[in-house]
């Protein structure tokens, strides 16, 4: 499924219920509050308590950004347009996709106290509209150089709710770029409802997101896999347009925006947090549909389950190791360049060939060797039966005066978490067949 196919399915169902809003004439700006279903399912008043996305700059690679539409304006940075190869992309007023997850990711909605209009997860964010083409839903230009950009100008989250089927070399390089600079990268995992991998959300390095229905079950349009990490609202999702005030909207995109805004939050909270361990943050506080049991986790459906933010900010959560739940790209690990091993493939194995192509030289430096470590231990054995009937503990000898006695074995090899326990992942979930 190509990046146009799902701009297009997806803005096809925005405008559909763009019309039917504009056609009632007593549709407002409150009514679109009230409909924001996922965001009150979310309780955003707790989560406001705890962060607002404050300090915290989220890239939206996606169709630009209207910045003055009344519910972001303040909100949007310039950014750029990678379809003239300059400009910015803040004055978007054609395709609408793009200012829909700005919206929901950190639009402020306006009027007394704010109360109308549409409200971002994120409310105190800055978006960093990155726009990948001037023709509607077009993709000429790759999102390998958007992606660099969104990094080298701050953004700490980089929304990605489009796919493509495949990547080109360059994008895999910018993806790798991102995860060294320790940006979060968000990608919807498609609108197919199939196994399909699509990218960038199946790359690794990317937190690959899937769409949750308002019943609690797995959209049946979201795609799925073993890629798949976390799920949120992605129905009948209320958001801002371009032509047309407000849009609703169906898919993968919208609850990629909402992951986005909750990595936000995170970040904003908790600064010294890795984005790996934002990751890992989301991940142990999601949470399965109701009534699905017997899961384990990450599903190829569900993933962790569905985001919480506010558990994902107020809980005591081990930081986890540096990249949490993520798949690392092979050449931003310590053993990746000139001759990596492929992937899946134990770094530290050497083949059958390898291992039987010892030199007889060294061969005899083995036996050598054997032979003089034997030698120590009977010496060792002979010089311990003498101590017995020698000095008593304390006294000359290794557990004496400046002997160093034994190391704690905490000392020796740290506390690590131990399987099942605090900080551990659960196991890799068993093959599934296609379906719900």
Known sequence: MSFTRTLRAVGGVAVAGALL???APTASADYIRDGQWALDAFNPQKVWKESTGKNVTVAVIDSGVNGQHVDLKGNVLPGKDFGTGGGTADHESGDDHGTAMAALIAAHGHGPNHADGIMGLAPDAKILPIKLSNEVGGTENGFGDPIRYAVDHGAKVINMSFVRSSMSDQEKEAINYAVKKDVLLVGGSGNDGSDQLEYPAAAPGVLAVGAVAQDGNVLKESNYGPHLRLIAPGEKIYSAGTSMKYRQADGTSDATAYVSAAAALVRSKFPNLTAGQVANRLTKTAITPDGKTGIKSPDPKYGYGVIRPYRALSENIPAGPKNGPLIMPKDTEPSAGAGANAPGQNPSASSGDEKSGLSPLVLVGIGLGVIVVLG??????????????????????????GGGGAVPAQQQFGTYPQPGGPGAYPPAPPTQPPGR
């Not at 120590?376 to 005066?401: C, D, E, L, M």
């Open 376 to 401: 120590i231990v009977i010496a060792v054995i002979v010089a311990g039966k003498k101590r017995r009937n020698g000095p008593p503990p304390g006294g000359p000898g290794y557990g004496g005066p």
């Open 21 to 23: 809003f504009t056609a």
